[in-house]
């Protein structure tokens, strides 16, 4: 009879027991409660690839992942057609439903997933934009790949003695918000940058709060790569000695010269309108 019943539960409900994936509305249940899935973007885009047409992108995102399924009605929408295009760019946005947000659902992994999605024109030279952060383009890509870009844009300043140059450097040795670059010694190949930021309470950038003047500094010690500026050494020494028992080829000329760094706060840090050469990040 117990078997009967269960037979006639299966055409009725699709199965005996506890519901775990899928449900009326989107909701998984267990034994603790219902699951709800929720639209979601994916945690991020890796690849992207266009098509022959040149309006046919394939876009590989990270997926939530588990024993049960995890995702659902996965989609790339054009979305400059919604809510208005930018010159040069078209902007896309991958979404999905997932109950990946509760991990009772076990949706606690990762995997790669692929969408398409069909542009109303081809892609041609404007970059492509995935849900607001993540930039590719054909400019220097080798196809079917797009080229994904980095944090310093699409066309990042080639490694130099230039301010962007610094600011890449800058960003490469982890350098804290509102930094001020008070000196750079370089030559091209090599590179050392001393910067110095506010340690006072909720500091501008323009105030001239005398408890803002106080700074903390440091010096870093460059080399050229074909990414840009690579950080391979930090001290607050003067001369070459340091610098040049950790790397001898770095050129005394740049390191010489070099004054030892206050290793504590020092108010004479001098705010960015008394210093032409400081420069914020």
Not at 13 to 24: E, H, P
Not at 189 to 198: A, C, E, G, P, Y
Not at 199 to 208: I, L, V
Request: hydrophobic fraction near 35%; glycine fraction near 10%.
């Amino acid at each position: 009879m117990t078997v009967l019943l269960c037979a006639a539960a299966v055409l009725l409900l699709g199965g005996c027991g506890t519901r775990v994936a899928g449900g009326a509305g989107g909701v998984s249940a267990t034994e603790t409660g219902p699951i709800p899935w929720t639209l979601a973007e994916p945690s991020g885009v890796t690849a992207a690839r266009l098509a022959a047409d040149r309006r046919t992108v394939s876009l590989d995102a990270d997926l939530p992942s588990g024993e049960r399924p995890c995702v659902r009605n996965l989609k790339a929408e054009d979305t400059d057609a919604r809510y208005g295009s930018v010159p040069g760019a078209v902007h896309v946005q991958i979404t999905f439903t997932s109950p990946s947000g509760d991990r009772r659902s076990g949706c606690v992994r990762e995997r790669t997933g692929t969408v398409r999605v069909r542009l109303p024109e081809p892609l041609g030279k404007r970059k492509l934009v995935v849900d607001n952060s993540t930039v590719f383009t054909a400019d220097g890509a080798r196809p079917p790949a797009l080229r994904l870009c980095g944090e310093l844009g699409c066309t990042p300043p080639r490694t130099g003695c230039s301010p962007a140059s610094y600011d890449q450097a800058l960003k490469a040795a982890g350098a804290p918000a509102h930094t001020y670059r008070d000196a750079e010694h370089c030559d091209g190949t090599w590179l050392v940058l001393d910067f110095s930021w506010r340690t006072g309470p909720a500091c501008g950038d323009d105030t001239k709060d005398p408890a803002c003047t106080a700074a903390l500094g440091d010096r870093v010690f460059f080399r050229a790569e074909r990414s840009g500026w690579k950080p391979f050494f930090e001290s607050a020494a003067g001369g070459c000695a340091a610098v040049r028992r950790r790397e001898p080829a770095f050129p005394a000329e740049l390191c010489e010269e070099l004054a030892p760094l206050p290793s504590s706060l020092h108010p004479s840090y001098p705010p960015p309108s008394a210093s032409p050469t400081a420069t914020p990040r």
